[in-house]
């Protein structure tokens, strides 16, 4: 990597405390990033680095799109803030109703939060809110999973499953959560898209039930893909039972689609992926193509109804909600990006590539280092062993990669991909080329 510095490092790097950053490390040789166009970045040593993770599942549309910028930059012209409790603005109406008709089945009332956690937390809190109403009150329990990741306020790491986000939290996490087991079984390693076996883990929901009651579980989450523990792709009609299992016990269904929503399965939700319609839709990151903060649940219109008579007209009926929800500039963004997603016809182009995205991140599995490869759509995740340390062999190649021009998220040792819905095959052929030169990178120099 070239030393060359054409970007002054800041002053000190000591003052800001970087989230899920291994801040020590970091600061002694940063990663700066300075400029980013389409679907590339430049560093601060001026490197040019390729996007494969769409930043943090952000990016579909690729960088510095110049519809967003300048709806942005009109909309803070005309209207730059408005308190979204008891007034309003008409964008976040008219971006409601865009959002409704992607929305599968009858999941057409928009809740807007300020990113995927928040998001999270909002369906937690409606779920509740509605068996409260219907005189429900004893449904206080949530299932969530193993290995699911719902973002990092209590409710979310509660119902969550990975044990680095908990257990130094682990005496105020929420009470009454339950996990299911994860569905990523030996057998299912080096298995392109959805796994044959393993739908009967659903049934867990179905024990949870047994043992505590039915009647008192008010809500069970999960990702229909489990993204940040690497792309854990939900066995053949896994889906479909956990839905029965609800139906049956009246548990109202959550699909945390912060990451599987708007395109990245191929389709515009998971739900529709995988064909099973939740009762709750949460999403966030691709919404405004990850430049303005923001995240919203999709509810059915029946669980919003009750919510809403269960209260006298002039109250307020639902006692939630948060200062920058659908914040003018947040709303802009999102508009913008509905225009893009429909005249790019964004999530076809993601369900064209991903065969061949597909293939090439598959054509990996001969380097020693890889022990695991799943994919589905335009996400993949790829797991590195060579160091008996966890987490040590996925940041390592983290920085191999890096210095190999190639940018992505590391979770623990698994490097997910995730490039944007705008690749040409000839991106999606530099990723594979690069991350092949990362790793073995990584591997010689171990
Ligand atoms: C499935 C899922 N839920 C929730 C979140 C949290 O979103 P945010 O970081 O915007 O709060 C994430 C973030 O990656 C996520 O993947």
Not at 22 to 27: E, F, G, P
Not at 268 to 286: L, Q, R, S, W
Not at 378 to 392: A, F, N, Q, T, Y
Request: charged content about 25%.
């Amino acid at each position: 990597m070239s030393t060359e510095q054409t970007t002054k490092l800041p002053n000190s790097l000591e003052e800001h405390w970087m989230p899920f950053t291994a801040n020590q490390d970091y600061k002694e040789s940063p990663r700066l990033m300075t400029n980013a166009s389409g679907m590339y970045y430049k560093d601060h040593h001026g490197n040019k680095l390729i996007d494969a993770s769409s930043g943090l599942f952000c990016n579909p549309a690729g960088h510095s799109r110049k519809e967003i910028k300048e709806a942005v930059a009109k909309q803070l012209e005309e209207l730059d803030y408005v308190q979204p409790f008891q007034q309003g603005f008409p964008g976040s109406f008219e971006l409601a109703r865009k959002i409704s008709k992607h929305t599968p089945s009858n999941l057409n009332r928009i809740f807007f939060t300020i990113c995927g956690s928040s998001a999270v937390e909002t369906a937690i809190k409606t779920a509740i809110a509605y068996h409260k109403v219907r005189g429900d009150g004893h449904r206080s329990h949530i299932v969530g999973r193993e290995r699911g990741y719902h973002g990092m306020n209590i409710g979310g790491i509660s119902v969550g499953g990975m044990i680095a986000n908990r257990k130094t939290f682990s005496s105020i996490l929420m009470p009454n959560v339950h996990h299911m087991r994860h569905t990523h079984l030996p057998e299912h390693k080096f298995v392109k898209g959805q796994p044959e076996t393993g739908s009967e883990l659903a049934d867990d929901l179905e024990r949870i039930s047994m043992n505590i009651g039915p009647e008192n579980i008010a809500a069970c989450i999960v990702e229909p893909i489990a993204g940040s523990t690497g792309t854990l792709v939900p066995p053949k009609g896994y889906l479909k039972r956990l839905r029965e299992i609800c139906d049956k016990h009246g548990i109202l269904l959550i699909f945390d689609e912060v990451i599987t929503g708007w395109g990245r399965t191929g389709k515009a939700f998971g739900a529709d992926a995988f064909e099973v319609t939740p009762d709750i839709i949460t999403m966030a990151k691709a919404m405004t193509n990850g430049v303005m903060p923001m995240g919203a649940v999709a509810s059915k219109e029946e669980i919003y109804e009750t919510i809403i008579k269960g209260s006298p007209k002039g109250t307020v009926e639902f006692f939630h909600g948060y200062t920058y929800s659908a914040i003018p500039a947040s709303v802009a963004a999102a508009l913008a990006m509905q225009d893009i997603f429909e005249k790019e016809d964004l999530i076809n182009r993601a369900a064209e590539m991903s065969p061949y995205f597909l293939d090439g991140l598959f054509s990996l599995k001969d380097i020693e280092s890889i022990v695991d490869i799943r994919g589905y759509g335009m996400m993949g995740g790829i797991d590195i062993v060579l160091d008996e340390r966890p987490g040590k062999s996925g940041y390592a190649t983290f920085k191999k990669l890096f210095e190999a021009g190639l940018s992505l998220k590391a979770t623990g040792d698994c490097l997910i991909v995730a490039p944007p819905f705008i690749s040409e095959k000839s991106h999606i052929d530099e990723i594979i080329e690069k991350l092949r030169k990362g790793i073995t990178n990584y591997q010689k120099s171990h």
